[in-house]
């Protein structure tokens, strides 16, 4: 079983007009568990690339280039239980925060889904334009996080969240992996060309940051 922890809380009036993920579902259909944000593209007057201008409006400095460490993996997401997952499930990760004990009640169970993944369909980023947190100016739901793709990356990104909008929650979801880790499983309502793309969860401000960190290895 591999687990880590996705931020994120219940979203409302999101970029795309779709359902949540990692910590961010709006309830669903109840077997869904949690969600986590939700991708989209960069509103009007968005930036998602250089340093944040400080403030309450601001972010964290943006970060870019070569991923240290452990490769981002975007892995579609394949089927969500409630519970956490199996010991040594694979291809599996449990939507829960790493500094909180897993819960083994029913309470615990609503709170920390597995999700399934397919890895051979996923993609692997190992090098980011830049990756930011920002204040949601247009939508008012807290902060968001704005990642810029490189080329390659963008397209199969492009191609990835076109097919992933195609089809019913949860399997229109992504998790976002790195080094074992489930950091966010936002959903796609719609195909995300041209590399700039955002994911909004209600996040404040150092959930933001830690996950802009925590994408772009920064």
Not at 34 to 49: E, I, L, N, Y
Not at 112 to 125: E, F, Q, R, S, Y
Not at 172 to 201: C, F, H, W, Y
Request: proline share 6%; glycine share 20%.
């Amino acid at each position: 079983m591999r687990s880590g922890w996705a931020r994120g809380a219940a979203v409302a009036g999101l970029l795309l007009a779709a359902s949540t993920v990692a910590g961010c579902d709006d309830g669903g259909d109840g077997g869904d568990g949690g969600d986590g944000g939700v991708f989209g593209r960069p509103t009007s007057g968005a930036s998602t690339s250089g340093a944040s201008t400080g403030g309450d409006g601001g972010g964290g400095a943006a970060v870019g280039g070569v991923v240290s460490g452990p490769p981002l993996l975007l892995l579609p997401v394949t089927q969500v239980d409630l519970g956490p997952c199996p010991s040594g499930a694979t291809d599996a990760y449990t939507d829960a925060p790493t500094e909180q004990p897993e819960q083994t009640g029913a309470t615990g169970q609503a709170g920390h889904p597995c999700l399934h993944v397919d890895p051979d369909a996923g993609m692997t980023v190992r090098r980011t334009k830049s990756v930011k947190a920002s204040l949601d100016q247009q939508y008012g739901q807290g902060f968001i996080v704005n990642i810029d793709l490189d080329s390659a990356d963008a397209a199969r990104f492009g191609e990835l969240t076109g097919k992933l909008a195609q089809r019913q929650s949860p399997q229109n979801r992504i998790a976002m992996v790195r080094g074992g880790k489930l950091l966010s499983a936002p959903s796609v309502a719609s195909a995300i060309t041209g590399g700039e793309v955002q994911i909004a969860g209600s996040f404040d401000r150092d959930q933001a940051e830690q996950l802009a960190r925590d994408l772009g290895g920064g």
